[in-house]
């Protein structure tokens, strides 16, 4: 395999990679998870799911489970009692639901009730013993489905609502006359499948009450939200709410929610005043989890005989699932219609539709990925139908001047994108791959091969609300110096990255700086790590606060000495002034200094191309290149954000080639055989590749960094679906719909493009 | 794998894993390499009362020859065919180019070759390679020993004429003679997942060039996995040129395959693979 890291240190940190600080516990299997933490007493937890996608609830029977050995106890939605309806962390929030299902279930692997037992086996034996009365309902199972069906949340309960829970408009819509005049329009339909986001740990907690607080250990990526959500949902009071994030193994934008059960759960540890865990484990993860992607697409694009693109629509209906948890995400998709072209019109439609299926949330990108598709392939088309080369074409469009205000709403930071678009082209040599092109079309015997190229821009440090963070550095009187920062790390290096950035400011060794996050009586504040917010927000609030301790100490020792402040100096972590003996800044103590960084969102951009090859008879792509060049602004750790590539690539080739949750006529998933059925790329499925950054430093970030970790899965799929539509020029584009399977491209080829 | 509650034996005679299932009268279940009873005692699709462990049983380990057929144990794992000498001749090769295509490594040193038989999974690659072959299943009971040929002990998806009080001791395959050239090929979506289809092919040519024997088996392209029966008889008596063997693929995925249709395998798919597979294995053994 020839993976040719190529690209150029761009860190700050010039000291050569030793490693994490956290590799040495996490592979050797020292690491502690929830699933490690087994307080005394500690009750085990199996949820009673609902086995249909769509029925009436017309009782729950627990007699036959309670009587079981080892069962503590068995609730239902009955037994919930002043426990709040679930919050809804993005987007309106009608229509509400409870945290166990009541009268009606609306998913297969909705919650129903909760098994308390001494151990999971025994869980797991009595929840199969909870009898459910039900009568089903014909499903919902797709955005097109709902807005002609029945309301998901009618009669008696929430009359009036329909299955519309959310519908918002970017932009004005584009003039009519753009259309008419338009050299050239293209129009598309596509499908973002649904994807399980699939971390190696799924979602745990373990909640035990005591001296009358609540500590809870949770995997989770937004560990004061979660407090804030359990006191508030519980009508307890935050501060006698603790939660701590011990070691996670994943999340991808799927472990930040209030989830139904983590409230079922806490309710069951307060009312039984036992610790409570629940585990979930790979079958619920799959089928009860919330889910990414999951939108239908029709976008439209006018450009005129130069191929200056005169404007976008896109239209959006987002598969939202049953519980409205995820409306806020497809609203990015929204926001970022035109992309990283300068388009003078453009206009989104985005509306987050209601069905039987489990709830959508965010996966790692959460709107971004759904946009670039869409407008990667139509500009593909438009290229196409121009007659004019896709890089070309591209180059015609790209922003160059910034800062740029979409008409959409978006304010894009910065960026050069020809300078990304022609590193990618270098680091792919596109001039052999034509030639090679161009000799297998001559070959009936030669598989078909293309080119594809995705230009994208997304956003991260988060919306506003969340556009601050909290940092803090301390020293302690042995000289050691603790630093504190709001974000939670769930396998993104922060042990590592932030006590060398902390490290760096104060010019000290990194050995000398403890990591505290992710424990809210620790911290006082914080919005998590989603977003790709750490580095940048975390990051520059930790890059801040040590800048302002250097100024307090050496403040402090010029008061101590009585000495001008102009001439106390600080040299790795001494104060020094002419005819005073250094002062270790320990010496100080206590001395801390906190931040809470704000600015506006940071734009994070790059090019992607993928060349692949298609056997025509079995319809099998394989991928023989991928270029991935992204812009993080200045990285802060080269290593840490080539993996943040890597795997956010292999994700990106499982939404493009494998990855896929089919749903059946009433919006069940039908995954029989779990992950044997839900295919995730291995390290068997990587292609070649090439990874390469750009740098150009955000202009709002003190240490010019923007996010990093979400670009593959944005790059990747447009890259390879367009190389694919390249590969087959016969073949209709729209037959051409992810995930990209054998069948689904020996099914396009059977049907050759009709021409008109 | 939270599995509901189950016994547990390990005898170290088949009479006593007979004696065992007896005993259980129904709701006993064998356990091999575990590759498919612990998946569906996670899933608790199945409750046995108690899971009879043969991996003690020394008269079902290992492979043996005698003039006409290879014996495989029932203790034989995948891993012990992934090398063509485990089994002389053609037969070896064959097996050794399927065992690549079973799961992946660490499922291939547990799950056994006749536990896939057993299981009867579709898409299994032993299954397709016994039934095209026309190999026999050894089983045991109380009532005593029988054999079965494949074609009558795969009657559809994970089912057979096994009866519950019976073990499968071992699979018998027909030894192949050295002058039968032998190929597979399967088609799978990543490199560890169940094959959509595979195919393997045993051809045999007299001195003129004539195909006088034509083995196919067909994984994943019925109910249960087949011997290509019709294509076979289409290639026997032709020279096996490139006309004859694409009229015997197409003749496999028209008359010989009856697709079952799955999420990104659906019926017309799966014929086709079978065709593509097919054409292409022959044209390995041309």
Same mark, same amino acid.
């Given at each position: 395999?020839?993976?040719?890291?190529?690209?150029?240190?761009?860190?700050?940190?010039?000291?050569?990679?030793?490693?994490?600080?956290?590799?040495?516990?996490?592979?050797?299997?020292?690491?502690?998870?929830?699933?490690?933490?087994?307080?005394?007493?500690?009750?085990?937890?199996?949820?009673?799911?609902?086995?249909?996608?769509?029925?009436?609830?017309?009782?729950?029977?627990?007699?036959?489970?309670?009587?079981?050995?080892?069962?503590?106890?068995?609730?239902?939605?009955?037994d919930l009692g002043d426990v709040c309806d679930v919050p809804v962390t993005l987007g309106p929030t009608p229509p509400s639901f409870r945290p166990l299902a009541t009268d009606r279930v609306r998913y297969r692997g909705e919650p129903v009730a909760i098994v308390l037992a001494d151990d999971r086996y025994r869980a797991d034996d009595a929840a199969a013993r909870v009898d459910l009365a039900l009568t089903p309902l014909p499903g919902i199972p797709t955005p097109a489905a709902s807005l002609e069906g029945p309301p998901l949340y009618g009669d008696?309960?929430?009359?009036?609502?329909?299955?519309?829970?959310?519908?918002?408009?970017?932009?004005?819509?584009?003039?009519?006359?753009?259309?008419?005049?338009?050299?050239?329009?293209?129009?598309?339909?596509?499908?973002?499948?649904?994807?399980?986001?699939?971390?190696?740990?799924?979602?745990?907690?373990?909640?035990?009450?005591?001296?009358?607080?609540?500590?809870?250990?949770?995997?989770?990526?937004?560990?004061?939200?979660?407090?804030?959500?359990?006191?508030?949902?519980?009508?307890?009071?935050?501060?006698?709410?603790?939660?701590?994030?011990?070691?996670?193994?994943?999340?991808?934008?799927?472990?930040?929610?209030?989830?139904?059960?983590?409230?079922?759960?806490?309710?069951?540890?307060?009312?039984?005043?036992?610790?409570?865990?629940?585990?979930?484990?790979?079958?619920?993860?799959?089928?009860?989890?919330?889910?990414?992607?999951?939108?239908?697409?029709?976008?439209?694009?006018?450009?005129?005989?130069?191929?200056?693109?005169?404007?976008?629509?896109?239209?959006?209906?987002?598969?939202?699932?049953?519980?409205?948890?995820?409306?806020?995400?497809?609203?990015?998709?929204?926001?970022?219609?035109?992309?990283?072209?300068?388009?003078?019109?453009?206009?989104?439609?985005?509306?987050?539709?209601?069905?039987?299926?489990?709830?959508?949330?965010?996966?790692?990108?959460?709107?971004?990925?759904?946009?670039?598709?869409?407008?990667?392939?139509?500009?593909? $088309?438009? %290229?196409?139908? @121009?007659? &004019? =080369? !896709?890089?070309?074409? #591209?180059?015609?469009?790209?922003? /160059?001047?910034?800062?740029?205000?979409?008409?959409?709403?978006?304010?894009?930071?910065?960026?050069?994108?020809?300078?990304?678009?022609?590193?990618?082209?270098?680091?792919?040599?596109?001039?052999?791959?034509?030639?090679?092109?161009?000799?297998?079309?001559?070959?009936?015997?030669?598989?078909?091969?293309?080119?594809?190229?995705?230009?994208?821009?997304?956003?991260?440090?988060?919306?506003?609300?969340?556009?601050?963070?909290?940092?803090?550095?301390?020293?302690?009187?042995?000289?050691?110096?603790?630093?504190?920062?709001?974000?939670?790390?769930?396998?993104?290096?922060?042990?590592?990255?932030?006590?060398? $950035?902390? %490290?760096?400011? @104060?010019? &000290? =060794? !990194?050995?000398?700086? #403890?990591?505290?996050?992710?424990? /809210?009586?620790?911290?006082?504040?914080?919005?998590?790590?989603?977003?790709?917010?750490?580095?940048?927000?975390?990051?520059?609030?930790?890059?801040?606060?040590?800048?302002?301790?250097?100024?307090?100490?050496?403040?402090?020792?010029?008061?101590?000495?009585?000495?001008?402040?102009?001439?106390?100096?600080?040299?790795?972590?001494?104060?020094?002034?002419?005819?005073?003996?250094?002062?270790?800044?320990?010496?100080?103590?206590?001395?801390?200094?906190?931040?809470?960084?704000?600015?506006?969102?940071?734009?994070?951009?790059?090019?992607?191309?993928?060349?692949?090859?298609?056997?025509?008879?079995?319809?099998?792509?394989?991928?023989?290149? @991928?270029?991935?060049?992204?812009?993080?602004?200045?990285?802060?750790?080269?290593?840490?954000?080539?993996?943040?590539?890597?795997?956010?690539?292999?994700?990106?080739?499982?939404?493009?080639?494998?990855?896929?949750?089919?749903?059946?006529?009433?919006?069940?998933?039908?995954?029989?055989?779990?992950?044997?059925?839900?295919?995730?790329?291995?390290?068997?499925?990587?292609?070649?590749?090439?990874?390469?950054?750009?740098?150009?430093?955000?202009?709002?970030?003190?240490?010019?960094?923007?996010?990093?970790?979400?670009?593959?899965?944005?790059?990747?799929?447009?890259?390879?679906?367009?190389?694919?539509?390249?590969?087959?020029?016969?073949?209709?584009?729209?037959?051409?719909?992810?995930?990209?399977?054998?069948?689904?491209?020996?099914?396009?080829?059977?049907?050759?493009?009709?021409?008109? | 794998?939270?599995?509901?509650?189950?016994?547990?034996?390990?005898?170290?005679?088949?009479?006593?894993?007979?004696?065992?299932?007896?005993?259980?009268?129904?709701?006993?279940?064998?356990?091999?390499?575990?590759?498919?009873?612990?998946?569906?005692?996670?899933?608790?699709?199945?409750?046995?009362?108690?899971?009879?462990?043969?991996?003690?049983?020394?008269?079902?380990?290992?492979?043996?020859?005698?003039?006409?057929?290879?014996?495989?144990?029932?203790?034989?794992?995948?891993?012990?065919?992934?090398h063509p000498e485990a089994v002389a001749g053609p037969l070896g090769t064959l097996l050794a180019r399927a065992a690549a295509h079973v799961a992946h490594p660490p499922v291939r040193s547990r799950g056994t070759v006749v536990g896939s038989l057993a299981w009867a999974h579709p898409a299994s690659e032993w299954c397709g390679i016994a039934a095209g072959l026309g190999g026999r299943v050894e089983l045991a009971s109380r009532r005593g020993r029988r054999t079965v040929p494949v074609a009558e002990f795969l009657v559809g998806p994970g089912r057979?004429?096994?009866?519950?009080?019976?073990?499968?001791?071992?699979?018998?395959?027909?030894?192949?003679?050295?002058?039968?050239?032998?190929?597979?090929?399967?088609?799978?979506?990543?490199?560890?997942?169940?094959?959509?289809?595979?195919?393997?092919?045993?051809?045999?040519?007299?001195?003129?060039?004539?195909?006088?024997?034509?083995?196919?088996?067909?994984?994943?392209?019925?109910?249960?996995?087949?011997?290509?029966?019709?294509?076979?008889?289409?290639?026997?008596?032709?020279?096996?040129?490139?006309?004859?063997?694409?009229?015997?693929?197409?003749?496999?995925?028209?008359?010989?395959?009856?697709?079952?249709?799955?999420?990104?395998?659906?019926?017309?798919?799966?014929?086709?693979?079978?065709?593509?597979?097919?054409?292409?294995?022959?044209?390995?053994?041309?």
């Amino acid at each position: 395999m020839d993976h040719a890291l190529q690209g150029t240190p761009l860190g700050v940190t010039s000291r050569p990679w030793t490693g994490r600080v956290e590799d040495r516990r996490l592979l050797t299997g020292t690491g502690t998870y929830v699933a490690d933490l087994a307080p005394p007493g500690c009750l085990e937890v199996a949820f009673v799911r609902s086995p249909v996608a769509h029925a009436v609830l017309d009782g729950v029977v627990i007699d036959r489970a309670r009587t079981l050995p080892g069962v503590r106890a068995v609730l239902t939605a009955a037994d919930l009692g002043d426990v709040c309806d679930v919050p809804v962390t993005l987007g309106p929030t009608p229509p509400s639901f409870r945290p166990l299902a009541t009268d009606r279930v609306r998913y297969r692997g909705e919650p129903v009730a909760i098994v308390l037992a001494d151990d999971r086996y025994r869980a797991d034996d009595a929840a199969a013993r909870v009898d459910l009365a039900l009568t089903p309902l014909p499903g919902i199972p797709t955005p097109a489905a709902s807005l002609e069906g029945p309301p998901l949340y009618g009669d008696q309960e929430n009359p009036g609502v329909g299955n519309t829970a959310l519908e918002k408009e970017f932009g004005p819509p584009v003039e009519d006359g753009t259309w008419e005049r338009a050299a050239v329009v293209v129009g598309a339909s596509f499908r973002q499948q649904l994807l399980a986001p699939t971390s190696l740990e799924a979602r745990a907690i373990l909640v035990a009450p005591q001296d009358d607080r609540l500590h809870v250990w949770c995997s989770h990526q937004h560990p004061h939200g979660l407090k804030q959500g359990l006191a508030k949902a519980l009508g307890v009071a935050a501060a006698d709410v603790r939660v701590v994030v011990p070691d996670a193994g994943g999340a991808f934008g799927a472990k930040s929610p209030t989830f139904a059960e983590y409230l079922v759960v806490a309710h069951a540890a307060r009312l039984l005043g036992v610790p409570v865990r629940w585990v979930e484990d790979r079958t619920e993860a799959l089928h009860a989890a919330t889910r990414g992607r999951g939108q239908d697409q029709r976008i439209r694009l006018a450009a005129d005989a130069d191929g200056k693109i005169l404007a976008i629509d896109l239209q959006v209906d987002a598969d939202i699932g049953a519980h409205p948890l995820g409306s806020g995400i497809p609203l990015q998709t929204g926001l970022q219609a035109s992309g990283p072209y300068a388009v003078p019109e453009v206009h989104a439609r985005v509306r987050a539709i209601l069905t039987t299926t489990a709830p959508t949330f965010a996966y790692r990108g959460a709107g971004r990925p759904e946009a670039a598709y869409a407008i990667e392939r139509g500009v593909d $088309l438009l %290229a196409r139908e @121009l007659n &004019i =080369d !896709p890089v070309e074409l #591209r180059r015609r469009n790209l922003i /160059t001047t910034f800062p740029y205000d979409t008409p959409t709403g978006r304010r894009y930071d910065s960026a050069d994108h020809l300078a990304a678009l022609d590193k990618a082209l270098e680091l792919l040599d596109l001039p052999r791959w034509r030639a090679e092109q161009a000799r297998r079309r001559d070959d009936p015997q030669a598989w078909p091969l293309g080119v594809g190229l995705a230009c994208y821009v997304e956003r991260s440090g988060g919306e506003p609300g969340i556009l601050v963070e909290y940092g803090s550095v301390e020293v302690r009187a042995d000289g050691t110096v603790v630093a504190r920062v709001g974000t939670s790390s769930t396998g993104q290096s922060h042990e590592t990255v932030f006590a060398e $950035l902390v %490290a760096d400011v @104060l010019g &000290i =060794d !990194p050995a000398r700086v #403890r990591l505290v996050e992710a424990d /809210t009586d620790e911290v006082p504040e914080g919005n998590g790590s989603f977003a790709s917010r750490s580095a940048q927000m975390g990051g520059a609030a930790l890059h801040e606060a040590a800048t302002a301790l250097v100024e307090e100490a050496r403040a402090r020792a010029a008061e101590r000495w009585t000495a001008d402040l102009d001439a106390v100096t600080w040299r790795e972590g001494c104060l020094e002034a002419d005819g005073r003996a250094p002062l270790e800044v320990g010496e100080l103590a206590p001395l801390r200094v906190e931040h809470r960084f704000t600015s506006p969102a940071a734009f994070p951009y790059g090019c992607y191309a993928a060349v692949v090859e298609v056997d025509p008879e079995l319809g099998d792509v394989q991928v023989l290149r @991928l270029v991935a060049v992204d812009d993080y602004g200045s990285v802060l750790d080269e290593t840490v954000t080539r993996g943040q590539t890597l795997g956010s690539i292999v994700q990106g080739l499982g939404q493009a080639l494998y990855e896929d949750v089919p749903l059946d006529a009433d919006g069940a998933a039908v995954l029989p055989q779990g992950l044997l059925d839900y295919l995730l790329p291995t390290a068997a499925e990587v292609p070649p590749l090439a990874l390469a950054e750009t740098a150009v430093p955000a202009p709002d970030n003190p240490l010019g960094a923007k996010g990093a970790g979400e670009a593959g899965c944005i790059g990747v799929p447009p890259a390879i679906a367009n190389a694919v539509v390249d590969a087959l020029p016969g073949v209709d584009p729209a037959a051409l719909q992810l995930p990209l399977t054998p069948e689904t491209v020996w099914k396009a080829m059977q049907r050759p493009r009709e021409r008109r | 794998v939270k599995p509901p509650p189950f016994g547990y034996l390990a005898p170290t005679t088949v009479d006593d894993a007979v004696a065992a299932l007896h005993e259980a009268a129904g709701t006993g279940k064998v356990l091999a390499g575990g590759q498919s009873l612990l998946q569906d005692l996670r899933w608790r699709r199945v409750h046995p009362t108690v899971l009879v462990d043969i991996g003690g049983i020394d008269e079902v380990a290992g492979i043996s020859v005698t003039a006409e057929e290879v014996r495989i144990g029932a203790r034989v794992r995948h891993r012990d065919l992934e090398h063509p000498e485990a089994v002389a001749g053609p037969l070896g090769t064959l097996l050794a180019r399927a065992a690549a295509h079973v799961a992946h490594p660490p499922v291939r040193s547990r799950g056994t070759v006749v536990g896939s038989l057993a299981w009867a999974h579709p898409a299994s690659e032993w299954c397709g390679i016994a039934a095209g072959l026309g190999g026999r299943v050894e089983l045991a009971s109380r009532r005593g020993r029988r054999t079965v040929p494949v074609a009558e002990f795969l009657v559809g998806p994970g089912r057979t004429t096994c009866g519950v009080d019976e073990l499968v001791t071992a699979l018998l395959l027909p030894r192949l003679p050295d002058s039968v050239r032998v190929a597979f090929r399967e088609q799978r979506r990543t490199h560890a997942s169940f094959a959509q289809v595979a195919v393997a092919v045993a051809v045999e040519k007299d001195d003129d060039g004539t195909v006088t024997r034509a083995d196919i088996g067909l994984s994943g392209a019925a109910p249960t996995a087949v011997r290509a029966e019709t294509a076979g008889v289409e290639l026997c008596g032709t020279c096996g040129g490139p006309d004859d063997r694409a009229h015997a693929a197409a003749v496999a995925a028209r008359d010989d395959a009856d697709p079952v249709a799955e999420p990104h395998a659906g019926v017309a798919y799966r014929r086709n693979l079978v065709d593509v597979l097919l054409r292409r294995v022959l044209e390995e053994v041309a």
